[in-house]
């Protein structure tokens, strides 16, 4: 299983951005898909996860502000993130895992928020 991350780059305060997770290997369609973010000198945190149904849940800091979807037959998870701060701020990471047991990850695009 291979997880491949693009989309990031720089952007300024306010600016959007569409990551996305490329997913090769293994049954996409089972997967729960999350994205990570770990910011320079923090610790790793889960930005938002969506389920094999569809649901979806965020982290407080970006609800309302970035939107997890996915393309089960293109085996795509993107995320979108608009009104980017600069505390947005981190190496994304997008994360995949079947049966709460067999995890596996990309090695993550840089986003940065700066003016």
């Known amino acids: 299983v291979q997880l491949v991350e693009s989309g990031g780059g720089l952007v300024q305060p306010g600016g959007s951005l569409r990551l996305s997770c490329a997913v090769s290997?293994?049954?996409?369609?089972?997967?729960?898909m999350t994205w990570y973010r770990q910011a320079p000198g923090k610790q790793r945190e889960l930005v938002t996860t969506?389920?094999?149904?569809?649901?979806?849940n965020y982290a407080a800091s970006v609800k309302g502000r970035f939107t997890i979807s996915r393309d089960n037959p293109k085996k795509l998870v993107y995320l979108q993130m608009n009104n980017l701060k600069p505390e947005d701020t981190a190496v994304y990471y997008c994360?995949?895992?079947?049966?709460?047991?067999?995890?596996?990850w990309g090695t993550g695009t840089l986003v940065t928020v700066s003016s």
């Open positions: 994360n995949a895992n079947w049966f709460a047991a067999m995890d596996y």
């Open positions: 290997g293994g049954d996409f369609s089972i997967a729960a």
């Open positions: 969506i389920t094999t149904h569809g649901d979806t």
